[in-house]
């Protein structure tokens, strides 16, 4: 490897970069092709034919609106209190030094940091102790709490590039606190919000692990999903359900991504 | 031109009267700031966490099946049964190797990213490994279940390449092997590897984004092959990057219930044991002492990893 | 005259430094005032304590007769052209001068009118549908002036307005601070480290050094009466030497400061001296000489016969020339 040919990548390091990238996306191209598969009883490949018919069968099935439904209710939900507290903690953390930041900064990845499993459990153990009935609210508890951690890392970074000044220029043109967040801070991170708050949706939106200990009768889609993947009943609909929930993921993720694209840390990067 | 009463400041209302109250009390500011998502933290979820090392002191009346509120270590030595014990080796030993597979097929895309692609191919590359990250977590053990069905592409595609043999021998293999792909270990681990692949690109790609060329350029310029660059220049400087992303994967191995159920043996891992324990029998203190497990051994690998420098590229 | 802004005893502490440490000071309305000094000398956060964004550690602060203690920044009248100028990069031109106003409440009709005259006063009518990062430096810094002025204060304060503007332009702002200071009629407290800034538009100088007003008066005295070696070496250069070599034999144990254009080179009745080094200054030269072992600088017209390297010379000053200089630093 000399200098003079710097720019340009070996063709090895080409090849393994292109069959990971590869790696990752052919098994969600698969899940295209099997929306479309006449067969229904297995997964056999190639597809024995091509049909539309599962769209519309899935489109009449009312088990599959409610658990969507109720999914999207728990996400927004749980997006909101998240951007709530996600934003209260980061305009904390980025705008005074305290004692105990750094323990703040850790409470809040900590939802994450941990695996899932144990977040699960440790809430339904609480509510047990507590003898709090699972109910849609159970989910919402457990949702907002690890959605935190998306919004708190889009809108530090956004805090952190709000220079100091320019709030002292607000409040020394006249406005008082609430004023110079409606007017001044509150624009300035509002993209930033805006895509981590696509992000924690689209978190919530998919949740499922968590969901399984906080979760009653309640069935939200990525329930319903794991329930078909246990205990299949009618392939060729988790099939079209399995592509449109890929469809819909990718919405947030590339908004997430336009609204965030000049700052230094794109969104998403905290899942 | 001196100013007139038109342009006076406001000062009335509640809200201005809260405000001046922040502005002369900062810290009670900051307090209120911090109130609401402390508090929702630190009830809901460390009360939580807390609740559940509680009941892991607590124990199961063999003969009721209610659980006993005294403290007993009785549950903790419970885990060290064997049954359990190889619970917790087989799930350690599956979050290493995926760890160790995903280092090393997450290095060349990460490296690519970081190093030549620019402008267009840079954010086809950050795209391109967000999708699959943010992609429904089920729709990708969907789509392996898919493909490692006995019908499915993967076997197809063998047969078409007349490779039924070579999978048909690996399949043999004891322990690893099995019935067919589906329901092996081998299986397990290429859906975790799939699954958590993108959270190992990230970090090490921001690792090696603060590698500067000129560094690889120098230890050339020294004569250093390849290869030793690789090894004592490149490799130490991405380390952390490494260690960042070893936290996602090695964790959310560790934790993952739903993976080994759908595809793999009927052995279980921890996430399956404290899933069964807390539902079917439950017994929610064995299910806490097994969560426990992964606490301590994540504890102690973000403690390695903090003194590796390994949070600055999160 | 009416006191616009007067420090009794302010002390601001940040644990044990001592960022101001006792200002005494009374500033008059319509003055254009100075604040001069080194970084870290005190003079921003002096500026910082009568915005409001600072709050006296002890002492008392004074705005108009009323106290300041307490009151927020945006309860004060008082506006801040900001260093760094802090525009609102989310808003055009217009609305930034018109931020002030938007806050009172004024409609919107006025207020795009009030601001779109604060614009004409620092000339940049027309700019208004503009971003800041559209302008250029000098532009956004009549952007940052017009937005104060747009509030009606009746101080304006200006944090090393001119420091990111290259030479020309900086001439340029400060003659035109000076005319709307004139035609506003308001206060005007100015920071800066530049003491030929400070020297031509103020009005009084405060000079600051380790958190005190080492010295305050008129732009003539403090450079021809300097109190201190600090305020004689930092506002212009100054040769620091024994008042009896100065020729004042009755002050001994003092030291004067001797500017380097009171020095003439004289053909009689002058002190014997040699010329150690030149530089060429354009209108003039500057002399480095020794006298009895004493090196000495002085300013001479570049058209007159230059004297060489090494060359001896007459050379004379007149003993009220000389300024006897307090014993502190």
Redesign the interface.
Known sequence: MYSSNNNRAPMMLKISAATGLLFLHLPILLIFIYAFTTEEKTYQWPPPGFTLKWFAVTWGRSDVWEALGLSVKVASISTVIALVMGTLCAAAVSRSKFFGRETISLLVILPIALPGIITGIALRSAFNLAEIPFSFWTIILGHATFCVVVIYNNAVARFRRI?S??I?????????GF?TFR??IL??IATSLLAGGMLAFALSFDEVIVTTFTAGQQTTLPIWMLEELVRPRQRPVTNVVAMVVVLVTFIPILGAYYLTRNDDQIAGHGK | ????A??????SGSVSVF??YC??NPRMFLFLLLLPPVLWLGIIYLGSLFSLLLQSFYSIDEFTGLIKHEFTLKTYRELLHPANLDIVVRTVSMAIIVTIAAAIIAFPIAYYAARYARGKWKVFFYLGVMLPLWSSYLVKIYAWKLILAKEGILNWFLAKLHLTWLLESVLSIPIIGGNSLSVSYIGTCLVFLYVWLPFMILPLQAALERVPVKLLEASSDLGSKSQQTFRHVLLPLAMPGLIAGSIFTFSLTLGDYIIPQIIGSSRLFIGQAVYSHQGIAGNIPLAAAFSIVPIIIMAFYLWMAKRQGAFDVL | MTISVAFSKVCRYYDDIKAVDKVDLSIEEGEFFAMLGPSGSGKTTCLRLI???EQPTSGHIEIFGETAE?V????R????V???Y??????NVLDNVG????????PKDERNHEAEKALQMVRLSGYGARRPSELSGGQRQRVAVA??IA????VLLLDEPLGALDLKLREQMQDELKELQK????TFIFVTHDQGEALSMADRIAVFNNGKIIQIGTPKDIYQRPETQFVANFVGSSNIVAADFAGLSDRKDRLVSLRPESIKQVDSNGREAIVISRSYMGGSTRLNVENNGVRLNMVIQSNTGLPQDGEKILISWDPEQAHLLSNDQ
């Open positions: 220079s000044s320019l002292h220029a607000s409040m020394d043109l006249g406005a008082n004023q007017y001044v624009p300035n | 031109m001196i100013s007139s038109i342009y006076a400041p406001q000062r405000s001046d502005w002369r | 915005a409001g964004f307490g927020p920044p945006y309860q009248d008082v506006n801040t900001f260093q760094d802090a525009l609102f990069p989310h808003m931020f002030g106003l938007m806050i009172r409440g004024i937005r104060a509030n009606k204060p009746r035609t506003l009629g308001i």
